[in-house]
């Protein structure tokens, strides 16, 4: 696709339920990241892979967050029973190398913990 | 986890005068700095990015770095209403960027 696209844009999801976030790259991109971004605040790094491979997932806040890339394109970032500390915008990006070239950012998901 | 620190908005300025935004950031070992621009609601969009010690100028944009301070600042000229947004500065280390908590920029008309 022409940009990195993120579905979907806004979600509700009461306390304690299960959601997953999507992630299509820009076709071709070999790195992909993952980052929170609350009310006010820069981007916090997540997660960050390398075609499938999850190489730094430090910046997951809890063992409630997941997330995969399992062919090497489209990514899933999973949270489990959401906390209504985890509202916030999740962004992705992509970028066609490992590094020394611009990382494009989707529009990200709005997540809002009730 | 790098540090980057901006200064606190926001930062309101008249149309056609100079915006000045500043950062600094905690890693000496850093080589590669960038400016976001987010407009409300929207995704950071790259504006600038610089990797050595000095001035890079782009259109009505320039950055500026100094190592040695660990410092970078961005200046917008002729600032314009379409200016108006969050201008984030952000660190890279290796492969992932660092943010700071953004400035935001109001151009008054």
């Known amino acids: 696709g022409a940009g990195v696209s993120q579905s979907p844009r806004y979600k509700v999801a009461k306390r304690g339920q299960d959601v997953a976030l999507r992630c299509d790259p820009i076709s071709g991109h070999v790195s992909l990241f993952w980052y929170q971004q609350a009310l006010g605040q820069g981007p916090e790094f997540l997660t960050y892979?390398?075609?499938?491979?999850?190489?730094?997932k430090s910046g997951l806040p809890s063992d409630r967050f997941f997330a995969e890339r399992p062919e090497g394109s489209v990514s899933t970032l999973k949270i489990q029973r959401t906390q209504q500390e985890d509202s916030a915008v999740y962004l992705c990006a992509s970028r066609y190398q490992a590094g020394g070239t611009e990382a494009f950012f989707g529009q990200g998901t709005r997540l809002t913990v009730v | 986890q790098k540090e980057v620190e901006q200064n606190s908005g926001p930062l309101s300025v008249p149309e056609g005068a100079i915006a000045s935004l500043n950062c600094t950031y905690s890693d000496r070992v850093s080589q590669s700095f960038f400016w976001y621009r987010q407009y409300s609601g929207k995704s950071p969009e790259l504006i600038m990015s610089?990797?050595?010690?000095g001035d890079k100028e782009d259109g009505r944009f320039t950055a500026q770095l100094n190592k040695a301070s660990q410092y970078v600042s961005l200046l917008i000229r002729d600032s314009q209403p379409s200016d108006s947004a969050t201008y984030l500065c952000a660190v890279r280390d290796d492969y992932k960027l660092s943010f700071g908590a953004g400035t935001t920029v109001t151009v008054r008309a």
């Open positions: 892979f390398q075609n499938e491979a999850q190489l730094d």
């Open positions: 610089i990797y050595s010690n």
